[in-house]
């Protein structure tokens, strides 16, 4: 199975950074500083426009964690056919239980609404809070998802890396898994090699300077010193560095 690195982006110009860079996926979102958001539907028709990408939008229609109300589900399903009417190669989503587990009836009708439109079926890292990850993955196979996103339960996804390997080594062939959270050029290949997966998930994470993010003694900060008056971008360089560790 070939390599593949997917860029986590959170603009248009992350995207072209990522295509620039040679990569062939990116999940697009907004408002990656609280984990990413449903991007806009003008996003992505330019991203479409501008590279061949393959695009796998957000959806998720606000901050913290994936137990839904029926208003944000009614949104999280029409935000979904809206992007992949639109060019959305797949969704990203989520859906859980107060209890932490699989909301099983919401995420079938997700999987379908999308492969109904020839979509992917991505659930993302709200699988890493379920309290059970092993009957977890086997509902959502039995959901019908095609890839998990996942740091194997873990803040990052090398201290989760035997979860992980357990999980390619039971159910690999019959759902993908897409280790996120943490992977760089620098651990990338071992993260590959050690699990058997073929695919990781990064930010490659860079950083542009607004000057007028504090004046006045008025600050719209949300990174901490030394980057408290930038905005976080994909690197292009890193996003080169990372292809070429895994080759």
Not at 6 to 13: D, H, I
């Amino acid at each position: 199975m070939e390599r593949m690195i997917e860029v986590c982006a959170g603009s248009l110009q992350d995207c072209l950074a990522a295509y620039r860079a040679g990569a062939k996926r990116v999940e697009l979102n907004s408002a990656l500083s609280v984990g990413g958001l449903t991007p806009t539907i003008s996003t992505l028709r330019k991203v479409k426009a501008q590279t061949n990408l393959i695009v796998i939008c957000m959806v998720r229609p606000r901050a913290a964690g994936f137990c839904y109300d029926e208003i944000d589900t009614e949104l999280m399903f029409d935000e979904a056919k809206e992007l992949l009417e639109n060019g959305a190669d797949g969704i990203a989503f989520g859906f859980l239980n107060k209890d932490g587990s699989i909301n099983i009836e919401n995420t079938r009708k997700m999987v379908e609404l999308i492969h109904s439109y020839h979509g992917q079926a991505v659930f993302h890292r709200a699988f890493d809070v379920t309290p059970d990850a092993f009957q977890a993955i086997e509902q959502l196979i039995e959901c019908k998802v095609d890839r998990i996103l996942t740091s194997g339960q873990q803040a990052k996804a090398m201290d989760g890396i035997g979860l992980i390997k357990s999980l390619q080594e039971q159910y690999g062939n019959q759902i993908e898994l897409l280790a996120g959270s943490g992977m760089n050029a620098n651990n990338a290949l071992e993260m590959m090699e050690k699990t058997g997966i073929w695919q990781v998930h990064s930010s490659c994470k860079g950083y542009l300077k607004d000057n007028t993010t504090t004046m006045n003694g008025v600050s719209y900060s949300y990174l901490s010193k030394p980057h408290e008056n930038d905005y976080d971008i994909v690197e292009e360089n890193l996003v080169r560095k990372l292809l070429e560790s895994v080759k």
